[in-house]
């Protein structure tokens, strides 16, 4: 469990045991089923991550939810609903060169709007090549936690931040790479190989 559910924790925690001690006890009934949705959502698996220095893994789990073309690769678009991990990992290894916040709005994440118009992180890691990804907020999550910055060197699968309750996550494959997922998928972060360098051993 990350740290960040602390912050949601105490404060349930506190009111559940005001709520009991006043004799409600159904709403204390609710107010610890919360909690442990808020445990269950703020879980952080340990993943086994490929080491081939040739591939790229999911930055997030979730559902594919779109693969479109963009004139000098594909964009590969992950839909994180609430019963996701959204623990964030780096696709690649090497060091982040970017990290840019960028304002928005919060409509809903499997939009193809999103990828322009919500509020996002763009990172880009530089590896034995560069890669782009974008961590996006949707309608219910409200704020990104990046746990990395600029100048910091990550392995592949390293966890990189965190969205609150419900996101996207668009990973931008240069021409080099061959896509190995299709709308639909189901990728895990940090151990589902998404895409492939082509000609990098």
Request: hydrophobic share 50%.
């Amino acid at each position: 469990m990350v740290r960040d559910a602390y912050l949601f924790l105490v404060p349930l925690a506190a009111s559940a045991a005001l709520v009991f001690w006043l004799g409600l006890w159904p709403f204390a009934f609710l107010l610890l089923l919360l909690g442990l949705f808020v445990i269950y959502f703020f879980r952080d698996p340990d993943r086994i991550v490929p080491q081939d220095p040739s591939v790229i893994v999911s930055p997030a789990d979730g559902k594919v939810v779109g693969v479109k073309d963009t004139g000098e690769g594909k964009r590969v678009s992950i839909f994180l609903s609430i019963f996701d991990v959204h623990v964030n990992r780096a696709p690649i290894a090497g060091e982040i060169i970017r990290r840019e916040h960028r304002p928005g709005r919060f409509k809903l994440a499997f939009s193809d709007d999103a990828s322009v118009e919500n509020e996002q992180v763009v990172f880009t890691i530089a590896g034995a090549r560069p890669l782009t990804f974008s961590l996006i907020a949707g309608l219910v999550a409200r704020r990104i936690v990046p746990w990395k910055g600029i100048g910091d060197i990550v392995d592949k699968g390293d966890r990189l931040g965190l969205i609150r309750f419900g996101s996207r996550a668009d990973i931008y494959c240069p021409s080099d790479c061959e896509v190995l997922v299709s709308a639909g998928d189901r990728v895990r972060g940090g151990s589902s190989v998404i895409a492939r360098w082509i000609d990098l051993e």
